[in-house]
Structure formats: C-alpha cells, structure tokens
C-alpha cells in the first residue's frame, strides 16, 4: 500500500465526490518513510554521510512524488510525520503553482475580458465552470505563499477585492 496506488486514487476520488459542495476539506495521507540518515549519534565517517544524503535525497524525491500527485488530483492538504519532511512538500507545493501560472494567468485574463462567453485560448477551450477553477488557482497559490496578492493582482487581470470575492460568477456579473 502506497499513496500512488489506484485503489488508493479510487477510494480518494470517491470521497471528492461524495462530498463536492459540502465545504469539507479533504486531506490527503502522508509520505512514511522518512528523510532521517541512519548514521546519527555519532560523528558520521565520509560514507556514513554520503548514505545519510542519499537516504535522505531519496525519501524528499518520494515525498516530492507523493505531494505533486495529491496537487495534481485536488488534494491541496496533506499531512507531514516529521519536520524534515517540510522542506520537499513546500518546494513541491510553490513549484505546482509557479509552473502553471502563467498559463492561468492568460486563460484567467482571456476569459474575463471576454465576460463570461466561452472561450477558446489557443487550443484551450474554456467556460464559465473553468473560470471558478482558474481563480481558485490564485487564491490557493496566495494562500500557500506561493505568490503574493499584489503579484496575484498583477497576474489575474482581477483586482484585490474581487480575488478576495472568491466568486467568478460575482467578478463576470460586476463587470458586465
């Protein structure tokens, strides 16, 4: 059992579903094994380090793994067992957000500006249902610290007030 596994996705992607609309959150399971060296206690010898950095490198790159595949499938909380574990989740948690951001910001901006119509952005086809996703994509990225608000301002073509609104359908009717 592992967090990859299918059934694992499967009983996950039920609970997203059962409980869509509900406002629970979901969070996803933790990474077990853990980025502690074996050589500690003692003044480690070259190979001793070297192990510890391998072991070390090795269960960052899992959890590394592990939190991109919670993000990618809409778990946006996750638990962490050991504070060595922090560093691997929030590079893999701003790099999620920073890497799709500028194509969000150009569908987020295309789409506003088209108010509300449906909207194909070079070979993206967007809609009412997709705006909601993009500027929760903002919030979530402003809410890991992964960009600040005055960078979110700048790069959703929204303002401040309306990022805060939470609300596409409310942005789209405000500005029609």
């Known amino acids: 059992q592992h967090m990859l596994h299918p059934v694992c996705d499967f009983a996950k992607h039920v609970m997203q579903v059962a409980l869509a609309g509900t406002g629970i959150w979901l969070s996803d399971g933790a990474t077990n094994i853990m980025p502690v060296g074996p050589h500690r206690g003692t003044t480690p010898t070259g190979a001793q380090r070297d192990e510890n950095r391998r072991v070390v490198y090795r269960a960052w790159r899992l959890q590394a793994e592990h939190v991109r595949h919670s993000l990618v499938t809409g778990f946006y909380q996750g638990w ?21 951001l500028d194509a969000a910001s150009d569908r987020l901006r295309n789409f506003v500006q088209k108010a509300a119509q449906a909207t194909l952005a070079g070979e993206v086809f967007d809609d009412a249902a997709t705006g909601q996703g993009l500027l929760n994509y903002f919030l979530r990225a402003m809410n890991c610290g992964a960009m600040t608000e005055s960078e979110a301002v700048e790069m959703s073509g929204l303002t401040l007030e309306e990022l805060r609104g939470r609300s596409f359908a409310r942005i789209l009717k405000a500005r029609s």
Do not use: C, E, I, S
């Open 80 to 100: 962490d067992l050991h504070p060595a574990q922090l560093p691997a989740r929030y590079a893999t948690v701003y790099a999620f957000f920073l890497d799709g």
